[in-house]
């Protein structure tokens, strides 16, 4: 399997693609006029608090204050709760318009193996490890690296990926988080409303961690010149990968040279075709995203159940495609073309499952066909769509 990743850094815009076999299977898109503030960890001031929402207003240095729950402020600050407070938080969800951000007081340190909770204890596993006995192995394991690092203090989550490396690389990394979580609580309360704690090695080292990455071979193509930054971050997770590198002057457009622009224009346009005829039409909302299925220029006069079937799952294997390419998140509904009996439903309900294995989609669900023949998938928010940062 050929891995390449591909860094288009402009005026205007940092492009990243991700290919795998010359198809491309994930995109991401930074601003470069605007900050990320996803998943981005602040000191912020508490400046109201509003009992009837059961939430706070913080101001952490942003034009716009967040809405912080009261349930998501850890107890060591909710026991001194009132106006003028300061304590970490954390962009649970970069807001776009007139609305401030979506803050958390539970903050997370993201690695490639585990996700530290400096607040928290006890061991969580990635519930896609589903036999039991690798789990308990994997837990026992865990458990003896993190008390031999004096790590005990701190909760972890296990992400999928650690069960498929080896005791060293997960050391590694547990002696890692639990450096960066020891010096934020011994630092967190000694900074001013505006820092920002716990700065990225690279600006998109969260979209990095959502990607698989080889065990042998990776090849960067890039005109960027935090190059350098990029190998050893991604080398601090897979320090056996041999890195071959090509670089570009920054003058020229990587995915010009490569010939992925097109398709990189392409995520922002509604209507996409599918090999038989037919399309989907993407139209994305504040409140969900709506994929509409249509047969368009598709032949289904000849076993037209059959046929239909194929269009359905086509269109569903597309879109997947497209919300892993595109950054989609929340709640996605496809409206499927005819779906009338029960056994077609649970045949695309299965297809589509298939589908989240295939493109490796973490933190999504997709559910049953409603009667109304809509299949409903929902995504967890951690970048910002293409779309949202073109637009």
């Not at 693609?17 to 299977?25: L, P």
């Not at 350098?228 to 890195?243: A, C, D, E, F, G």
């Not at 269109?315 to 499927?336: C, P, W």
């Amino acid at each position: 399997m050929k891995t390449t990743l591909v860094i288009d850094e402009g005026e205007i815009y940092t492009k990243i693609a991700k290919i795998v076999d010359d198809k491309i299977s994930s995109l991401y898109l930074i601003d470069n006029s605007q900050e990320e503030r996803q998943n981005k960890i602040y000191i912020g001031q508490i400046t109201e608090i509003v009992k009837s929402l059961k939430s706070t207003f913080v101001d952490y240095g942003v034009s716009k204050k967040g809405l912080l729950p009261l349930k998501l402020i850890p107890n060591c600050y909710m026991q001194n709760l009132k106006l003028g407070l300061t304590l970490p938080v954390q962009v649970a969800k970069e807001q776009t318009g007139d609305k401030g951000d979506r803050l958390s007081g539970f903050i997370n340190i993201k690695g490639y193996y585990f996700i530290c909770l400096p607040y928290e204890k006890g061991i969580s596993i990635s519930k896609k490890i589903e036999n039991k006995q690798d789990r308990q192995i994997l837990k026992n394991l865990i458990e003896t690296l993190i008390h031999d690092l004096n790590g005990s203090n701190y909760g972890f989550i296990v992400r999928t990926e650690a069960f498929e490396t080896d005791s060293t690389n997960l050391k590694r990394e547990l002696t890692n988080l639990i450096e960066q979580a020891k010096n934020f609580m011994d630092t967190k309360d000694f900074f001013t409303k505006g820092t920002k704690l716990l700065q990225n090695e690279v600006m998109y080292n969260d979209w990095l961690l959502q990607q698989k990455f080889p065990s042998d071979k990776l090849s960067i193509v890039t005109n960027s010149i935090v190059n350098n930054k990029l190998k050893k971050y991604i080398l601090k997770h897979t320090p056996n990968l041999v890195i071959e590198e090509k670089l570009y002057p920054q003058s020229q457009s990587t995915f010009k040279l490569l010939n992925i622009e097109r398709e990189f224009l392409e995520c922002v346009k509604n209507k996409i075709w599918l090999k038989n005829g037919g399309n989907i039409v993407i139209e994305q909302t504040e409140a969900m995203t709506i994929v509409d299925v249509n047969t368009a220029k598709a032949v289904l006069t000849k076993d037209r159940e059959k046929n239909i079937l194929k269009l359905n799952q086509l269109a569903i294997e597309e879109t997947m495609y497209q919300i892993v390419k595109r950054n989609l998140s929340g709640i996605i509904i496809i409206d499927l073309v005819e779906v009338d009996t029960q056994e077609l439903k649970d045949l695309l309900f299965t297809f589509a499952k298939d589908c989240l294995n295939k493109f490796r989609m973490n933190n999504t669900q997709v559910y049953p066909v409603t009667e109304l023949g809509l299949l409903q998938i929902s995504k967890q928010r951690i970048n910002k769509s293409l779309p949202e940062i073109i637009e």
